[in-house]
């Protein structure tokens, strides 16, 4: 959570935590109701869609801050997890 641009270790993150990648997983989800992946996927979207709508940056360039390299893929997880596209969320 230190630094949402780069890419989830799980493998680090569980050796961290000195359990198996599946464990780590099974527990998180448990505790969150939902995977690691989603949850971090879940922040960087959050963060992005904060960068657009405090006017900081473009859709584009708050996708590529927040280490999205593939601006389709971008749109589509940030529609899922906000309700809108990109451009309609900036524009609202």
């Known amino acids: ?31 969150f109701g939902t995977t690691v992946g989603n949850f971090h996927q879940k922040l960087r ?12 940056y473009s859709v584009t360039a708050a996708g590529y801050q927040l280490g999205f390299s593939n601006l389709g893929h971008f749109a589509s997880i940030f529609e899922k997890h906000t309700g809108l596209k990109p451009k309609k969320f900036s524009s609202a």
Request: glycine fraction near 0%; avoid cysteine; aromatic fraction near 2%.
């Open 1 to 31: 959570m230190a630094d949402l641009t780069a890419q989830l270790n799980l493998t680090s993150l569980a050796t961290r935590a000195n359990m198996s990648v599946s464990k780590l997983n099974m527990l998180f989800k448990q505790l």
């Open 45 to 56: 979207i959050h963060q992005t869609a904060d960068l657009i709508r405090n006017k900081q």
